[in-house]
């Protein structure tokens, strides 16, 4: 392209976005742009722009320094190497993005008046975790189309269909009854026995004696728990909001997040930009047709008959080793008592004996261990650091290609992204229903529905599910993975919502030696059972 028009054309771009480019700026960006085609050149555009945006700018004026920053942060991200292959997140490496509502944009917490994450919390931390899990439920409706104002109303029954949420704020200031409206709030319980909805500008009494489920548009399904947050449609009269239907936020497609958001990496992992976006990663995928990842939860390692269908099961794959196993605590039947720790390293070293008789398996698998909740550790809150060194070491010795990971945790393989938590969590859900569902949909429905919703691994009060208030942008579940692996002592279930897999392998000894094993390359799970032989 003629560098005049490749100028203009940049200058266009930049002040759409409310940036002004100073003139060696410009100069750099249409030397190394020149060399592009038309087709080529929009998209590469867009990416130098969103790259200048995730830098702390103090000005809109852009300066040369830092379109070098962006075009050199761009050419790294198409420079893919195979480390970028597979990726095993920690809780704690994972990045933090908050949403600005003035630039309805996600932005680094480097961008912000924010304090790094903190273990011990301060109260503005427990205020942040309720305000940015509705902060991002509340942007991810207002795209959606049922609440999305058409910008001209072409007929009189399309404005009909739309809905437009309303703050409590709104509410309170009224003296006279205000009638069909819809709220979006988190669920509270101020008073024993009286139910309240809170969002960020206020908080109102609930009169749920009417509720019904909400049926419009398939909304209605999930469990409602104290601390979720819902979309209440009623009125309100004398200081009480009468609610007549209950619904979670409607769900959004991972695509959907992307094409809005672009390439931010909100995954984590070495890559700069997602993965989603990288057609070398997305061949090898589907090249790779051999991958498979074996799930295991509550691997009781003190049992004798667990080592010996463990022996069993490495003795089946030993012609085709998996790409990966993962192993869910609990580590021990008996997870207490002082001799607790000695035991559970003496377990590992009996499995790491075993693994050592398959050689095929021991030189070519890795083996992930995320601890369970009664596994030793600084108790249950999450996220839950890693087993101890002192108790893995000889294991990590004796099977180099371990690694014991926190839970929750997040897996990056190829273009794919996986998030595996272990909590048993759906009993903690169902008992700590505010009421509990009536429609024929078995519970594991209900219960993928609530997470996916939620956006938010553990919906649930502080006080029954436990967070490092610092850390609690660790437990989301947005954008939405490929798969989420809920390890949980209830029932196995497969269930696909929204284009998320969401897994349960059950408990390995309790569900009579059930397991799952996940075909990254066409996005299929197995039922897997050890039967006695």
Not at 23 to 37: N, P, V
Not at 92 to 100: A, E, G
Not at 315 to 328: D, E, I, L, V
Request: net charge negative; with cysteine; hydrophobic share 40%.
């Amino acid at each position: 392209m003629e560098p005049e028009r490749l100028r203009r054309r940049l200058g266009t771009a930049f002040r759409v976005r409310g940036l002004l480019l100073r003139a060696e700026a410009i100069k750099y960006l249409t030397e190394a742009l020149q060399s592009l085609s038309e087709v080529e050149l929009e998209d590469v555009i867009e990416k130098v722009i969103d790259a200048v945006e995730k830098q702390p700018l103090s000005t809109n004026m852009i300066e040369l320094s830092t379109v070098e920053a962006a075009v050199q942060e761009c050419s790294q991200a198409l420079d893919e190497t195979i480390e970028n292959v597979f990726n095993i997140i920690g809780a704690f490496d994972i990045p933090r993005y908050v949403y600005n509502l003035e630039r309805k944009r996600f932005i680094p917490l480097s961008m912000t008046n924010l304090p790094a994450p903190n273990l011990f919390g301060s109260a503005r931390d427990k205020a942040e975790l309720f305000r940015e899990r509705y902060s991002i439920l509340q942007q991810r409706i207002h795209r959606h189309e049922l609440f999305t104002p058409a910008a001209v109303v072409v007929h009189p029954d399309d404005s009909r269909s739309k809905f437009q949420l309303k703050t409590i704020e709104t509410l309170l200031g009224n003296t006279s009854k205000v009638g069909e409206v819809i709220v979006l709030g988190m669920i509270t319980q101020l008073k024993e026995g009286k139910y309240f909805l809170e969002d960020p500008t206020g908080v109102v009494q609930l009169d749920l004696s009417k509720a019904i489920s909400f049926m419009i548009y398939q909304f209605h399904s999930g469990l409602y728990t104290e601390s979720c947050f819902v979309l209440a449609e009623g009125w309100y009269e004398d200081e009480v909001f009468h609610v007549n239907a209950f619904g979670f936020p409607p769900t959004e497609p991972s695509a959907t997040t992307r094409a809005f958001y672009g390439n931010i990496n909100f995954f984590g992992g070495p890559s700069s930009a997602s993965v989603k976006a990288s057609a070398k990663l997305k061949q090898l995928e589907d090249e790779n047709e051999d991958a498979m990842f074996v799930f295991l939860s509550d691997v009781w390692l003190d049992q004798a008959e667990v080592l010996e269908k463990l022996h069993m099961m490495f003795s089946g794959y030993s012609s085709a080793p998996p790409t990966c196993f993962f192993f869910c605590g609990n580590f021990s039947s008996a997870p207490y008592g002082k001799n607790q720790i000695q035991s559970l390293k003496g377990s590992l070293k009996a499995l790491a004996d075993i693994i050592c008789e398959y050689p095929s398996i021991h030189k070519s698998s890795r083996f992930v261990f995320i601890p369970g909740p009664e596994d030793p550790g600084p108790g249950s809150i999450l996220p839950r650091p890693p087993l101890a060194e002192n108790i893995t070491e000889e294991f990590r010795q004796l099977v180099p290609f371990s690694v014991f990971t926190t839970n929750p945790c997040r897996i990056q393989y190829c273009t794919q992204e996986i998030i595996i938590f272990r909590e048993d969590l759906v009993n903690k859900m169902c008992r700590n229903c505010v009421r509990f569902p009536n429609s024929n949909m078995d519970i594991p429905n209900h219960f993928v529905k609530t997470i996916l919703s939620q956006g938010h691994l553990t919906p649930l009060p502080l006080y029954v599910s436990p967070v490092y208030w610092a850390y609690d942008y660790s437990l989301r579940v947005y954008p939405l993975p490929d798969m989420l692996v809920i390890a949980d002592k209830y029932d196995p279930f497969t269930v696909t919502n929204t284009d998320c897999l969401c897994i349960n392998p059950g408990s390995f000894p309790r569900s009579g030696f059930s397991f799952k094993v996940f075909y990254p390359s066409n996005k299929t799970v197995e039922d897997s059972k050890l039967q006695g032989l």
